[in-house]
């Protein structure tokens, strides 16, 4: 029994960036595979290792590892196994996962004489004590035509033993004794590499960081002294694949976010396909650290019906001595609190037992600061701390209690007693307010400076309600990294004057003629730049959107940014079943449409490389739901360059609905010819990306989507108004939240209020 | 310098355009303005400078910062767009 802490390793705030090698040619593997004739390598096949042969390229992520590496937990026990949390799930990485991702078996050491020099002497002769260096050259060297079969075999089995499966460095010796016994096939096959391949992994992940942070400490002091970053380095013996496909296996989502699961293989290890080669900090951050959508933690690998039957899982089992069904079910987090970090007394409350309801599943929204959950205020409702069998259903029950939530039970039980203020409580109050900007302004009248008071009032509320603690990044926005505070923004009076001064005099006169505009840019520069994503200043979102231009897709983008974020944070109040796209999606698929019709591309395939299914994974760092959890997709576009209108893409119904606000400005030919690319090209979309293998509950079909435009119903603009990007956001927001339809074409202005408000907001949060 | 050295303080960046799919290949100090690789894509393009929007991973990015300060390493690719515009048969101001 181990008895699991929730205290890391590693203090959160000793994390430190590495970069990782893995000193295992896994990479190699194919080329080295590839040496052999078809008659050897079926004869390969038949060996210990020959579902080796199979594995299909897998590049190394040495962040990926890292990061997971940071949050081990101390247990208390002293089996050979590693515990790590992330979120409230811990997961286990032992002998068992191991077994079920690698195929190699385990068991007790058995005694084996060896005695032949025969291969060494035949092939190896070199010197008498070859490192791995001159294993190397001399593998490479062979000719595997030219000898027999069966010694060909034995030379890979060994080359793929010494360099892949225990992966060393070159300096070190070759093991002779191995070579020894790879002659003698029947003992080979019958040895316990699973056990010799942990020993060097284990030891090799579980002494990683041992001593690193104090090292990575002075370095980083040296080297900021002579103006330099420093990044500690490490190498990783044994196979560590095999940690990163546990990675994948465990946390579902991210294995889908940067692998590609491709088939249902038998053992684990070769379902899988590294499908990004390099994982940057920033998409760690977004889908694992503090991920975006519910992050799914699985405790263990549950091996399945078919996996009981392997031989290499019942030895293991058999091997360890435990009871298939109980071993790793006692698990006990101790209830303190990590020291490093002081505790609110909120979280003394979400430290009681909680009431587990009956649907509860192991996977729990996860607070977005990281595991310390005491300095998190994110708005997760309670969810049970852990279970000891976690149950696993099936995709679809995993997606649809995602999709619907939580029980209302669940929600009664963490009322606190005096709740920090979370973002979406700013969100309601915005709406709030805006009802009362609503009946504030006359319908007609609301002249722009009406307008800037309004938001005048607005920011101050703002400012008002966020209180200090609550402005740091992380907590109003676990995705944004902003540097500014709230209390960085320049008087608000000022910035309203100069939003009026800014429009009147950019739009008119060329910069260079214009002192105040000059000036003003100055002043501009000189503003904190508000999250990472936005090019466009704030002010000139606010001041396009309020004074009557068109949009372009700077607004858009960053409306439909707005609305992800809302999604994400107000989970109670808007409808969780759908996500906008990036409007770029249009231009990618147009693009291989106009490929398709030029004969350029067969039907139904994609540029190599164009990185279109990113759009579809929500791979982007602010538009980050994944289709498979939503059903329908909501997507800006731009008709002919001039005229804006919104898509709404339902899966289950195969249908693209067209919201027009002006119908008259592109007729039926336009429309049909703008939307062939999406109506073909995404259901070939859908299967590229393995959605329907996720989504059972939609059937499969590549036969193009239908659209519609209606014209009853859909609210019209004026046609000389040039709002038509202003409806094209209200619409999608009204149909996000499930509203009917209440605005007509005098409400131009008044929506110009309320885009710019909630671009503000979406600024600001 | 050592070759080293030198190696380490550029990096070799992609533009695509995502009209035509097609690449070109930039590289550009690690500690200089990206403005300067946009405006050189456009020159190449024979594009106005500002007419093409750029993205990294999906998303806008200050061009006045490094690639050092954006994080890019080596090999990675800026998508380049044609902005889009609306306003629906208005007028435009």
Redesign the interface.
């Known amino acids: 029994m181990v008895i699991v802490s929730s205290t890391l390793k590693t203090k959160k705030a000793d994390h430190f960036p590495a970069v990782v090698t893995m000193l295992s040619k896994c990479k190699k593997l194919s080329e080295i595979l590839g040496k052999l004739t078809k008659r050897q390598q079926r004869i390969f096949k038949q060996s210990c290792l020959g579902h080796f042969l199979d594995l299909q390229f897998l590049s190394f992520s040495g962040n990926l590892v890292h990061k997971i590496l940071l949050h081990e937990v101390e247990i208390d026990g002293d089996e050979q196994e590693m515990w790590f949390l992330i979120g409230e799930t811990p997961m286990r990485f032992s002998r068992i996962e191991f077994a079920l991702i690698t195929g190699l078996t385990f068991g007790p050491y058995p005694e084996v004489s060896v005695d032949s020099h025969r291969l060494q002497d035949l092939y190896f002769g070199l010197k008498p004590a070859p490192n791995l260096d001159d294993i190397d050259s001399a593998f490479y060297a062979f000719d595997f035509t030219a000898i027999d079969d069966m010694d060909a075999v034995k030379i890979t089995l060994y080359y793929v033993l010494e360099r892949v499966v225990i992966g060393r460095a070159e300096r070190y010796l070759a093991d002779l004794w191995l070579m020894g016994l790879v002659d003698n096939l029947d003992e080979f096959n019958k040895y316990p590499w699973g056990s010799v391949c942990w020993r060097y992994t284990y030891r090799s992940l579980s002494r990683a960081l041992r001593g690193q942070v104090g090292h990575y400490r002075v370095k980083l002091t040296e080297a900021k002294a002579k103006g330099k970053s420093y990044s500690s380095t490490y190498n990783l013996d044994g196979f560590p694949v095999a940690f990163q496909i546990w990675i994948y296996e465990v946390l579902p989502t991210v294995g889908r976010q940067f692998a590609r699961c491709t088939n249902q293989r038998l053992p684990r290890m070769l379902r899988w396909m590294a499908a990004t080669k390099?994982i940057?900090?920033?998409?760690l951050r977004t889908h694992v650290l503090s991920p975006s959508t519910p992050l799914i933690v699985r405790q263990q690998i549950d091996p399945t019906e078919e996996e009981r039957m392997q031989p290499y899982y019942l030895q293991v089992v058999r091997f360890l001595g435990v009871d298939e069904g109980e071993y790793g079910g006692t698990i006990f987090m101790d209830d303190q609190t990590p020291t490093e970090i002081p505790s609110p007394p909120v979280e003394a409350a979400d430290m009681s037992p909680p009431i587990i309801p009956d649907t509860a599943e192991t996977f729990t929204p996860i607070p977005p600061a990281d595991v310390d959950q005491t300095d998190t205020t994110f708005p997760t409702p309670d969810r049970p701390k852990k279970r000891s069998r976690p149950r696993r259903p099936s995709r679809h029950t995993e997606y649809r209690e995602e999709l619907f939530g939580d029980d209302p039970d669940d929600h009664a039980a963490d009322t606190h007693a005096d709740p920090p203020l979370q973002s979406h409580d700013v969100f309601s109050r915005l709406d709030m307010l805006r009802v009362d900007l609503q009946v504030f302004s006359a319908r007609h009248d609301t002249s722009s400076q009406q307008v800037l008071d309004s938001l005048h009032t607005l920011i101050q509320q703002i400012r008002g309600i966020v209180p200090p603690d609550d402005r740091r990044d992380g907590h109003v926005d676990a995705h944004r990294s902003t540097s500014a505070h709230v209390t960085d923004l320049p008087r608000l009076d000022d910035q309203a004057q100069f939003c009026h001064v800014y429009w009147r005099t950019t739009?008119r006169r060329p910069a260079y003629a214009n002192p105040i505009r000059q000036q003003l840019g100055g002043l501009v520069r000189s503003w904190p730049?508000y999250g990472?994503?936005?090019?466009?200043s704030p002010l000139r979102l606010v001041s396009d959107t309020l004074?009557?231009?068109?949009?372009?897709?700077?607004h858009i983008?960053e409306y439909i940014a707005m609305l992800s974020h809302r999604q994400l944070v107000c989970r109670e109040i808007v409808p969780q079943h759908w996500t906008v796209v990036?409007?770029?999606l249009y231009?990618?698929l147009q693009?291989t449409y106009t490929?398709y019709l030029s004969g350029a591309l067969a039907e139904g395939t994609f540029?190599p490389n164009?990185?279109i299914e990113?759009?579809v994974m929500g791979?982007?760092?602010?538009?980050h739901r994944d289709w498979v959890q939503v059903d329908v997709v909501y997507l800006p576009l731009?008709?002919g360059?001039?005229?804006?209108v919104a898509c709404e893409i339902h899966f289950r119904r195969r249908e693209i609905t067209v919201y027009d606000?002006?119908p008259?400005?592109h007729g039926d030919a336009d429309i049909d010819s703008a939307m062939q690319p999406l109506c073909i090209y995404i259901p070939y979309l859908l299967h590229q990306t393995g959605f329907y293998r996720y989504r059972t509950d939609v059937t499969e079909r590549l036969t193009p989507f239908t659209f519609i435009r209606p014209r009853q119903g859909i609210p019209q603009?004026r046609?000389?108004?040039?709002?038509?990007?202003i409806?094209?956001c209200m619409f999608i927001q009204y149909l996000g939240l499930g509203r009917p339809f209440d605005f007509g074409p005098e409400d131009g202005v008044h929506m110009r209020t309320r885009v710019a408000v909630d671009l503000w907001a979406g600024q600001l949060l | 310098m050592s070759r080293e050295q030198q190696q380490a303080s550029f990096i070799n960046l992609t533009v695509k355009s995502?009209?035509?799919?097609s690449k070109l290949f930039f590289r550009i100090r690690r500690d200089s303005e990206l403005k300067r690789l946009l405006n050189a894509y456009c020159d190449k393009k024979f594009l106005p400078h500002g007419s093409c929007?750029f993205?990294i991973?999906?998303?806008?990015?200050?061009?006045h910062k490094t690639p050092d300060e954006l994080?890019l390493?080596n090999g990675d690719?800026i998508?380049a767009?044609?902005?889009?515009?609306?306003?629906?048969?208005?007028?435009?101001?």
């Open positions: 390099n940057r900090d920033g998409m739009s730049q990472p994503g936005s090019q466009m004074f009557g231009r068109w949009l372009d897709d700077g983008s990036s409007l770029h231009t990618a693009v490929g540029y164009s990185d990113s759009f791979r982007h760092c602010r538009l731009s008709l360059g001039d005229h804006w606000s002006l008259s400005a603009q046609s000389d108004s040039g709002d038509c990007g409806f094209t | 995502q009209q035509d799919q929007h993205l991973n999906g998303d806008r990015f200050a061009h994080g390493e690719e998508d767009f044609v902005p889009t515009d609306g306003g629906g048969g208005g007028s435009r101001i």
